[in-house]
């Protein structure tokens, strides 16, 4: 049985030397002729952060509820160079006809962001920085980098690409500046900096970008602190992640942060309509649970009693809560939400709950060997996450639908993974053998039926990156070439 302990969490993340054998071999040796090639000199070392697909447990974690996530094949690899005597971030992207070569002052990520679209792939490098910039001493020297990526983590699919990313900066600019941090403090600090981006995430994919182990699933709490547990998965389960290719920018999009306002409100209901004085600063919901000392179930039956509409406008909370309209947008209202007029509490909520309960269910079943026939009941969770995301949380989207409709008539359960309105799709298998024909059956019913040009494209790259079956693998890494290479 794989070895998942969750002993090197405390450890700072070292370098180490990766040998011909290593599945990324191919791609290091790859990246650091790139770098040569650009910068005229070796990189100094090299960041590995996975992607993740969660199993189940989706858009609980800003509310404050366990997830199970585990890190994917496909990942992000950065070549690092340190310029100790200029003052200068260099960034070069290995696809750079989609993604521009980009340079800036290290003074100017101190103060700001560059103010040039928070979307813009590079922001998400320097919220990393920023992040790491912030927890250095006022008079410690900053360094400058030259940077060179590859990623094969298909952006906006919500395999997450963008916090990669993200925490790939935060990694090599801790290890550049000398600043040794255990794997939880930098999840933390990942998942806090990339808000600078205007998304508000509950710290999932930073999480699992870190912490993930080979070969298991984690178990990660979020309330009261951040904890992680490995979970086996039962033998013979294989996930296959399927892309729908329609894709989805949460930091230029309002829904995501719209669902966080939704969740955090109805969780102030609640609290208000229970007396607490500070119902103001109760936004979590697994936070109202503890303070409330009931069980999940209890807490479904109190968010149907005292959330008594599915929708509530503006001025009815502004009503309930004694509030004005200004108040209330700079008191509960985050980027990008300033326009909402109508919150539909009650649907987020029970969502938020029942599928807290999903991940409990999930939990135990894996972990206790009496449970029979283990594959088909949580092939049933997964499926009953998707219909409540779909119909509750509203985050679908009609291609999402239709390869959950295949997977149903395969028989096999799937539901979308990710944030949503986009993106993909993980199904649960119970062999390899079954895995194949399903992937088969997805691009027979599904992707054959995409406009002829796009589907060739896609044959003639094997659909790499687009469906694939994989394993739970390693979290975040640095790596250094032996010196014979």
Not at 58 to 85: F, K, R
Not at 104 to 118: R, Y
């Amino acid at each position: 049985m794989t070895d998942c302990s969750n002993a090197k969490t405390a450890i700072c993340v070292l370098p180490h030397e990766i040998n011909g054998k290593h599945r990324l071999f191919p791609r290091i040796k790859n990246l650091q002729h790139y770098y040569r090639q650009h910068f005229a000199r070796e990189p100094e070392f090299f960041v590995c952060v996975p992607g993740r697909v969660n199993i189940i447990g989706e858009h609980v974690d800003y509310s404050g509820y366990p997830v199970l996530p585990m890190a994917i094949d496909q990942c992000m690899i950065l070549a690092v160079g340190v310029d100790e005597n200029n003052n200068l971030i260099s960034l070069r992207n290995s696809e750079n006809h989609k993604y521009p070569d980009f340079d800036c002052k290290l003074s100017d990520i101190k103060i700001n962001l560059p103010q040039t679209g928070g979307s813009i792939w590079f922001n998400y490098y320097l919220c990393g920085v920023k992040g790491i910039f912030e927890v250095l001493s006022g008079d410690q020297k900053l360094y400058g980098m030259t940077v060179a990526l590859s990623g094969d983590i298909p952006p906006a699919s919500g395999v997450s690409s963008s916090s990669a990313l993200v925490s790939s900066a935060v990694l090599a600019t801790a290890k550049v500046h000398g600043v040794c941090l255990d794997r939880k403090r930098l999840a933390g600090i990942s998942a806090q900096c990339e808000r600078y981006i205007g998304t508000q995430g509950g710290g999932m994919d930073q999480a699992i970008a870190y912490l993930a182990k080979e070969g298991c699933a984690q178990f990660i709490e979020f309330y009261p602190e951040l904890k992680t547990t490995s979970l086996h998965l039962p033998q013979g389960a294989c996930f296959v992640v399927a892309n729908s290719l329609t894709q989805i920018n949460k930091a230029t999009t309002s829904e995501f942060n719209e669902r966080v306002v939704e969740c955090r409100l109805a969780c102030r209901l609640i609290a208000f309509q229970k007396k607490f004085n500070n119902w103001k600063m109760i936004t979590k919901l697994a936070e109202l649970q503890d303070l409330l000392k009931c069980d999940l179930s209890d807490l479904e039956e109190l968010a149907r009693n005292l959330l008594k509409k599915d929708h509530y406008t503006r001025a009815e909370l502004c009503e309930i809560f004694s509030v004005n309209n200004n108040e209330f947008e700079n008191e509960f209202l985050y980027a990008h939400t300033h326009h909402m007029q109508t919150f539909k509490l009650r649907p987020r909520a029970l969502h938020v709950i029942q599928e807290s309960l999903r991940v409990e269910q999930f939990r135990n079943i894996c972990s206790d060997d009496g449970v029979e026939e283990k594959l088909k009941t949580l092939s049933q969770l997964l499926r009953q996450s998707h219909d409540s995301l779909k119909t509750q949380f509203e985050c679908s989207h009609a291609n999402l639908d239709r390869l959950v409709e295949i997977s149903d008539e395969f028989g096999v359960g799937a539901r979308l993974t990710g944030a949503g309105w986009g993106g993909c799709i993980v199904a649960l298998c119970d062999s390899v053998q079954i895995s194949h024909k399903y992937m088969s059956t997805l691009i027979e019913k599904y992707y054959s039926e995409l406009p002829e040009p796009i589907f060739k494209e896609l044959q003639l790259n094997d659909f790499q990156n687009v469906i694939f079956a994989t394993c739970p693998r390693e979290g975040a890494d640095i790596f250094t070439l032996p010196s014979y290479v």
